[in-house]
């Protein structure tokens, strides 16, 4: 009979065995903040216009070289739980505003390394939990005065440029005033009279090769395709798209044909040969100039197409189509019929252009009634190319939230400088001991221009002491750090033009909070042992044997 050997008491008792328990201050609170604390400092060092790149090998051995707080987090298989929450944090910002990714990660560690701090002189999770959820509503109250700059009409291109540049400075330093010309001319150019801006209407296609400067915007969509026919180009041409293959039709239920003689082979063949032709003459006759197909183009469809004088283009992609047929205004049909003239779309000029070596087809729409609109990037490698999407991407994000809410805060952290400088004389007004968690979360507030300064190279204590000198005058609230001067010194955000999106603050801040003191209150960490599933491997020389 075997020998059972009793649990230990408390609740490992209730867990299979191998279940791992962690509790109390010292296992499960401080080991969640040190690991938060170490993934918030790898994101600091990429914040800012001047923050260095990481490069990132994924599971699939694929490279990326970004400072994209967003795409780092996306690549990173982050495994801690409580890490975990604050890429979750992210990713919430990610999806509401689509802009300050980092700004939720960097502000998260900071407060925890606040906390931490904090319980090392005896106040519980609670109370400075309860503290920084005190200090996120004073902020948040504070927050709609400091708004220095209001974009009302956003239909204008030189207004949307002033408060884009920011976010693109803020990815590709340097290369802001460019990018910039071309995000806005394209955000502006499909924008609806009425209804919301979608994000999807604004298309990037990267083609290998030239430089930035050769990047152009077409109104209208570009793709890395040749033509299947003879005919090249089509002027004020009238569109069908056909979701199905171009090609003789096949049955829907499978049947036997039977053929006894030469004669009946020959009609056969031609009767479905002058059934596809009729298709082809049928559409032709409607008008149409370019026939776009979900499917392969048939060799003897191909034949009757350049007969006709047809453009015939292959998209295998089903959301290309659909996206297409918002571009022309086309409805996409799912077999060969003779369209009619509702489901057609129309295009000022179809055309075959050459980018380097690479052939493009382009669909170019110049009149107003143009819903998408490409930014066709030229570049020498692929990851420079896919950061500039990046940055573009965050531009066109940024148009969105400026189409809903124009509200724009002073840069340069300058709206933190001052949030520390407001939070910190609330906290003094404060009886409990809540006045402690709320002048650490003051303090967190100034890793943001420390970490500008230190990624510029300068000392980032004192900047922090330069913004703190004027923001307390009364004319200083839009001081923030003067990223280009070689010494350290401080710039007028609004004459410089430095803003930050209110939507983009609010959120983050909300975000950064939430996931901070969610972690605060995890008093216990229970790792229940998986059932089944592969062995743990050994490290290397480990020697089980002796």
């Not at 829907?252 to 056969?268: H, P, Q, R, W, Y």
């Not at 020498?380 to 990046?390: G, L, P, Q, S, V």
């Not at 703190?468 to 070689?486: P, Q, R």
Request: a negative charge; glycine letters at 8%.
């Amino acid at each position: 009979m075997a020998l059972s050997v009793p649990k230990a008491p408390g609740v490992s008792q209730m867990l299979k065995d191998g279940a791992r328990m962690y509790s109390g201050l010292e296992e499960a609170v401080y080991r969640n903040i040190s690991a938060c604390k170490e993934f918030a400092q790898t994101m600091r060092s990429a914040y800012g216009p001047n923050g260095m790149n990481k490069m990132i090998i994924n599971h699939i051995e694929k490279q990326f070289v970004t400072s994209d707080a967003g795409t780092i987090m996306r690549e990173l298989d982050v495994e801690h739980p409580a890490a975990k929450l604050i890429v979750m944090a992210s990713q919430m910002q990610d999806a509401e505003v689509g802009d300050g990714t980092n700004f939720v990660v960097v502000l998260a560690g900071a407060l925890l390394e606040s906390a931490e701090e904090l319980l090392r002189l005896g106040i519980t999770t609670a109370e400075i939990a309860d503290g920084y959820e005190k200090a996120l509503e004073k902020a948040l109250e504070i927050l709609p005065k400091l708004v220095c700059h209001k974009v009302e009409d956003y239909r204008n291109v030189e207004k949307v440029k002033d408060v884009l540049r920011t976010a693109i400075m803020s990815k590709q330093y340097g290369q802001e005033d460019f990018l910039n010309d071309l995000v806005s001319k394209a955000c502006v150019s499909i924008l609806p009279d009425d209804g919301t801006f979608n994000v999807d209407n604004i298309r990037i296609c990267k083609i290998l090769g030239s430089g930035l400067s050769k990047s152009e915007v077409v109104r209208g969509m570009v793709f890395k395709r040749f033509v299947e026919g003879d005919i090249t180009y089509a002027e004020k041409a009238k569109v069908v798209i056909f979701s199905c293959p171009v090609d003789i039709i096949q049955t829907e239920t499978k049947g036997t044909v039977l053929i006894k003689s030469a004669d009946e082979l020959m009609n056969f063949s031609s009767g479905e040969e002058s059934l596809l032709e009729s298709q082809i003459k049928s559409i032709a006759d409607a008008g149409v100039k370019v026939v776009v197909a979900g499917g392969k183009v048939g060799d003897m469809a191909l034949h009757f197409l350049n007969k006709y004088g047809l453009m015939a283009v292959r998209l295998n992609s089903k959301f290309d189509l659909r996206r297409l047929s918002r571009s022309v205004n086309a409805t996409v049909l799912p077999r060969i019929t003779t369209p009619s003239q509702e489901e057609l779309g129309y295009c000022d000029k179809v055309c075959i252009e050459e980018l380097g070596d690479t052939t493009i087809v382009a669909f170019r729409n110049e009149g107003k009634d143009s819903r998408i609109a490409t930014i066709v990037i030229r570049g020498a490698t692929d990851n420079f190319m896919d950061d500039i999407e990046r940055a573009l991407d965050d531009a066109v994000n940024n148009f969105k939230c400026l189409s809903r809410d124009g509200r724009y805060l002073p840069g340069a952290g300058a709206t933190e400088i001052e949030l520390a400088v407001q939070l910190s004389a609330y906290a003094d007004t404060l009886p409990g001991l809540e006045q402690y968690a709320v002048r650490k979360f003051a303090n967190a507030l100034e890793v943001f221009p420390k970490a500008l300064a230190e990624n510029s190279g300068t000392n980032g204590t004192e900047i922090v002491n330069q913004l703190y000198l004027a923001h307390n005058s009364e004319s200083g609230k839009n001081t923030g750090y003067d990223i280009e001067s070689e010494k350290v010194n401080t710039v007028d955000t609004v004459k410089s033009k430095i803003f930050d999106l209110y939507q983009s603050k609010f959120w983050g801040l909300k975000y950064a909070v939430g996931a901070a003191t969610t972690i605060l209150k995890v008093d216990q960490i229970i790792m229940a042992k998986r059932a089944g599933g592969p062995k743990p491997r050994q490290a290397a020389g480990s020697d089980d044997e002796s």
